[in-house]
C-alpha cells in the first residue's frame, strides 16, 4: 500500500451508505436521511419511492431531527445472530417529531434508568474497523 | 375466505408430535400427520384433490416431496409460505377452493425442521450482513418486549402477568401428548430464567422445533359421507399492517380490525368464542391478544390473563394444548397445530385439556408481516 505508514489518515466509513449523512469531524453528528411527500408533508425512514398516505409516487431524500423521544424499549440480553452490539445493551423505538419511528440502539445510558418518553439524541457511533484501519460507523441515540 | 357459498367442513386433522427429531425427514414428519389426518377423517389419499403445504426455511419443493410419498395421482400441490402463519394461510386458500367449487377435498400439511437458538433475522442475501442485523436491531424477542414495555407505560401491567402467560401454556401442554414440553414451570422458574429482551425471559420463548401438522378440509355435502359432526372453519381472513398517518406502531397486523371483520363474516361475537388459540411465540402475544379479540378491555390484558380467564376452566380458555410456548412451533406447521386444537376441542375430544361445552373456537396465528384470523364451529 503506497499510502501506508506513519501520518496515514484514518478515514471514517458509513456502515451502510444512503442511510444517513457523516458529520465532518468524528464528534460531529450524523444526520439520518429519510424521505418527505412532496405532494402531503408525510415522513419516512427508511426511504422509500412511494407514499403510503396519500399514493404519491416520488418522494425527496429528507434530513429528519437529531431529538426524539422514546416510544418504547426493551434491554437486550442475548446478542442476535450477526450483531455488533454486544448485550446488554438498549434497543428503542425512538419518534422523531417528524412523527416517524427509529430503531435504534440507546448509548452512553444507564440501562436501568431508560423510560418511555425519555428525550434522545442522535450520536456517531464506530461500530468496527475495517481491514484498513478505518473506523466503520453508524448511529445510536443517548439521552439528552 | 368468508361465509358464503357452500360450508368448509375440518374432516381430519393430525400431528407428529413437535420437538426435537434430529433422525427424521421432512417428508417423514409430514407423511406421519398426514396420515394421522386422513385416518381421522376417514379418507384415503386418492379422495384428495389438492394439496398445499405451509413452510417457512425448508426448501423449495418440499410440499411437492411430502404429498409425492403419499402418492402419485396428479393432484396439484401448491407451497405456501407466510413466515409463522404459513399453514394457516394455506388452509384459508384449500378453503377458498372448495367454496368455488375447484375442489371437493384438500389436504394442507405443515412442516418444518429448525436449528438451536435464536431466529437469524439480520441475516441477509448473499452473505453479507444486513445493516439492521449489524446494528443490534435484528431482535425478534425484543419486538414482543418493546410491545410489552409499551404496555406497561401506559397501561401499568406487570412483568409477572407476561411471566403468568408461560406458567398457564407449560400447564396445558403437560396434558399434551403432542406437545414439545410437558414439564410444569413455576411463575419463579420463568421470572427467574435467563434474560433475553426485558419483559421476556428465556422461559417466556417459544422453543424452536421440528414437527409437522395436517388438515383434511371438504365441502359440506361431501363431509355428510363421512361424520354426523361437522367442525366449520366458518372464516378465515388473513390482514397486513395498516398505515395510520403520524402513528407509530410495532404490530405485526391489524388484529382488532380484522378480528371485528372476522366476526361479522361469521355472525358472532367475542363474547361467543368459548375457546381460542393465539400467537404466543413470547408471551406478551397472549396479553396483546386477548384484548385485540375483544376478551377484555384495552389495557386490561395483563390483569385479565394474571386473573385466570384464560386457563382452560377460564372465561376465555386460550391456548389448551400448551400455545407455541409449550407445544412448540415448528413454524410452518403452527397453524395446522392450531387448527387441530380446536378441532379437538370442539368435537369434545381434548381429553384432560376440554374446555366444557366448547362450541365457538377461534385462532389468532401471526406470521412476521401478516396475521390470520379464523373462526372454527360445530
Given at each position: 500500500?503506497?499510502?501506508?505508514?506513519?501520518?496515514?489518515?484514518?478515514?471514517?466509513?458509513?456502515?451502510?451508505?444512503?442511510?444517513?449523512?457523516?458529520?465532518?469531524?468524528?464528534?460531529?453528528?450524523?444526520?439520518?436521511?429519510?424521505?418527505?411527500?412532496?405532494?402531503?408533508?408525510?415522513?419516512?425512514?427508511?426511504?422509500?419511492?412511494?407514499?403510503?398516505?396519500?399514493?404519491?409516487?416520488?418522494?425527496?431524500?429528507?434530513?429528519?431531527?437529531?431529538?426524539?423521544?422514546?416510544?418504547?424499549?426493551?434491554?437486550?440480553?442475548?446478542?442476535?445472530?450477526?450483531?455488533?452490539?454486544?448485550?446488554?445493551?438498549?434497543?428503542?423505538?425512538?419518534?422523531?417529531?417528524?412523527?416517524?419511528?427509529?430503531?435504534?440502539?440507546?448509548?452512553?445510558?444507564?440501562?436501568?434508568?431508560?423510560?418511555?418518553?425519555?428525550?434522545?439524541?442522535?450520536?456517531?457511533?464506530?461500530?468496527?474497523?475495517?481491514?484498513?484501519?478505518?473506523?466503520?460507523?453508524?448511529?445510536?441515540?443517548?439521552?439528552? | 375466505?368468508?361465509?358464503?357459498?357452500?360450508?368448509?367442513?375440518?374432516?381430519?386433522?393430525?400431528?407428529?408430535?413437535?420437538?426435537?427429531?434430529?433422525?427424521?425427514?421432512?417428508?417423514?414428519?409430514?407423511?406421519?400427520?398426514?396420515?394421522?389426518?386422513?385416518?381421522?377423517?376417514?379418507?384415503?389419499?386418492?379422495?384428495?384433490?389438492?394439496?398445499?403445504?405451509?413452510?417457512?426455511?425448508?426448501?423449495?419443493?418440499?410440499?411437492?416431496?411430502?404429498?409425492?410419498?403419499?402418492?402419485?395421482?396428479?393432484?396439484?400441490?401448491?407451497?405456501?409460505?407466510?413466515?409463522?402463519?404459513?399453514?394457516?394461510?394455506?388452509?384459508?386458500?384449500?378453503?377458498?377452493?372448495?367454496?368455488?367449487?375447484?375442489?371437493?377435498?384438500?389436504?394442507?400439511?405443515?412442516?418444518?425442521?429448525?436449528?438451536?437458538?435464536?431466529?437469524?433475522?439480520?441475516?441477509?442475501?448473499?452473505?453479507?450482513?444486513?445493516?439492521?442485523?449489524?446494528?443490534?436491531?435484528?431482535?425478534?424477542?425484543?419486538?414482543?418486549?418493546?410491545?410489552?414495555?409499551?404496555?406497561?407505560?401506559?397501561?401499568?401491567?406487570?412483568?409477572?402477568?407476561?411471566?403468568?402467560?408461560?406458567?398457564?401454556?407449560?400447564?396445558?401442554?403437560?396434558?399434551?401428548?403432542?406437545?414439545?414440553?410437558?414439564?410444569?414451570?413455576?411463575?419463579?422458574?420463568?421470572?427467574?430464567?435467563?434474560?433475553?429482551?426485558?419483559?421476556?425471559?428465556?422461559?417466556?420463548?417459544?422453543?424452536?422445533?421440528?414437527?409437522?401438522?395436517?388438515?383434511?378440509?371438504?365441502?359440506?355435502?361431501?363431509?355428510?359421507?363421512?361424520?354426523?359432526?361437522?367442525?366449520?372453519?366458518?372464516?378465515?381472513?388473513?390482514?397486513?399492517?395498516?398505515?395510520?398517518?403520524?402513528?407509530?406502531?410495532?404490530?405485526?397486523?391489524?388484529?382488532?380490525?380484522?378480528a371485528?371483520?372476522v366476526y361479522?363474516?361469521a355472525?358472532l361475537?367475542s363474547?361467543d368464542v368459548d375457546v381460542a388459540q393465539c400467537?404466543?411465540?413470547?408471551?406478551?402475544?397472549?396479553?396483546?391478544?386477548?384484548?385485540?379479540l375483544?376478551?377484555?378491555?384495552?389495557?386490561?390484558?395483563?390483569?385479565?390473563?394474571?386473573?385466570?380467564?384464560?386457563?382452560?376452566?377460564?372465561?376465555k380458555?386460550m391456548?389448551?394444548?400448551?400455545?407455541?410456548?409449550?407445544?412448540?412451533?415448528?413454524?410452518?406447521?403452527?397453524?395446522?397445530?392450531?387448527?387441530?386444537?380446536i378441532?379437538?376441542?370442539?368435537?369434545?375430544?381434548?381429553?384432560?385439556?376440554?374446555?366444557?361445552?366448547?362450541?365457538v373456537g377461534m385462532i389468532h396465528?401471526?406470521?412476521?408481516?401478516?396475521?390470520?384470523l379464523s373462526i372454527l364451529?360445530?
Amino acid at each position: 500500500m503506497s499510502d501506508s505508514g506513519e501520518g496515514s489518515t484514518k478515514h471514517m466509513v458509513p456502515l451502510r451508505a444512503g442511510i444517513f449523512r457523516l458529520p465532518d469531524t468524528p464528534e460531529g453528528k450524523p444526520v439520518l436521511l429519510g424521505s418527505r411527500c412532496p405532494k402531503c408533508g408525510a415522513y419516512y425512514f427508511p426511504k422509500r419511492h412511494i407514499c403510503i398516505g396519500c399514493g404519491h409516487d416520488g418522494l425527496d431524500e429528507a434530513e429528519l431531527s437529531a431529538r426524539g423521544k422514546v416510544w418504547t424499549y426493551t434491554i437486550a440480553g442475548q446478542t442476535p445472530p450477526g450483531s455488533l452490539v454486544e448485550a446488554p445493551y438498549a434497543l428503542a423505538v425512538v419518534e422523531l417529531p417528524e412523527k416517524v419511528a427509529i430503531r435504534a440502539v440507546l448509548t452512553d445510558v444507564d440501562l436501568d434508568a431508560v423510560r418511555v418518553g425519555m428525550d434522545v439524541e442522535i450520536t456517531l457511533a464506530k461500530m468496527k474497523e475495517d481491514q484498513d484501519g478505518n473506523d466503520v460507523v453508524s448511529y445510536k441515540f443517548r439521552p439528552v | 375466505m368468508g361465509n358464503d357459498g357452500t360450508r368448509v367442513v375440518v374432516l381430519g386433522v393430525g400431528l407428529h408430535p413437535f420437538g426435537r427429531f434430529p433422525e427424521k425427514s421432512m417428508s417423514d414428519l409430514g407423511r406421519t400427520a398426514a396420515l394421522e389426518a386422513m385416518k381421522d377423517a376417514g379418507v384415503s389419499y386418492n379422495d384428495i384433490q389438492a394439496g398445499y403445504c405451509g413452510r417457512v426455511v425448508a426448501s423449495t419443493g418440499v410440499g411437492l416431496n411430502i404429498f409425492e410419498e403419499l402418492g402419485s395421482t396428479g393432484i396439484p400441490v401448491t407451497n405456501v409460505e407466510l413466515a409463522c402463519a404459513s399453514s394457516s394461510r394455506a388452509a384459508e386458500f384449500a378453503a377458498t377452493a372448495i367454496k368455488a367449487g375447484v375442489h371437493d377435498m384438500c389436504m394442507v400439511v405443515g412442516v418444518e425442521k429448525m436449528p438451536r437458538g435464536m431466529l437469524d433475522l439480520g441475516q441477509s442475501g448473499g452473505g453479507g450482513m444486513s445493516f439492521a442485523g449489524a446494528m443490534g436491531l435484528a431482535l425478534l424477542p425484543g419486538e414482543y418486549a418493546m410491545q410489552a414495555r409499551r404496555h406497561m407505560a401506559l397501561h401499568g401491567s406487570k412483568r409477572e402477568h407476561f411471566a403468568q402467560v408461560s406458567v398457564k401454556a407449560h400447564k396445558n401442554g403437560c396434558l399434551n401428548p403432542y406437545a414439545q414440553y410437558q414439564v410444569p414451570l413455576s411463575l419463579e422458574e420463568v421470572m427467574n430464567s435467563r434474560m433475553v429482551a426485558d419483559p421476556i425471559t428465556l422461559y417466556q420463548c417459544c422453543p424452536t422445533s421440528d414437527g409437522a401438522s395436517a388438515v383434511v378440509l371438504c365441502s359440506e355435502e361431501t363431509a355428510r359421507r363421512y361424520t354426523t359432526k361437522p367442525v366449520y372453519l366458518t372464516v378465515s381472513m388473513g390482514a397486513t399492517p395498516i398505515y395510520t398517518p403520524g402513528e407509530v406502531q410495532l404490530s405485526e397486523g391489524p388484529t382488532a380490525w380484522l378480528a371485528q371483520r372476522v366476526y361479522e363474516k361469521a355472525g358472532l361475537g367475542s363474547e361467543d368464542v368459548d375457546v381460542a388459540q393465539c400467537h404466543d411465540a413470547f408471551t406478551p402475544g397472549e396479553v396483546l391478544t386477548v384484548e385485540k379479540l375483544g376478551f377484555c378491555k384495552e389495557g386490561e390484558g395483563g390483569v385479565f390473563v394474571w386473573e385466570g380467564n384464560t386457563e382452560i376452566t377460564g372465561k376465555k380458555p386460550m391456548n389448551t394444548d400448551g400455545g407455541l410456548l409449550s407445544r412448540g412451533h415448528p413454524m410452518g406447521a403452527t397453524g395446522g397445530a392450531m387448527i387441530t386444537e380446536i378441532v379437538r376441542q370442539l368435537r369434545g375430544q381434548a381429553g384432560p385439556r376440554q374446555v366444557a361445552n366448547a362450541r365457538v373456537g377461534m385462532i389468532h396465528n401471526a406470521g412476521v408481516g401478516g396475521i390470520q384470523l379464523s373462526i372454527l364451529t360445530t
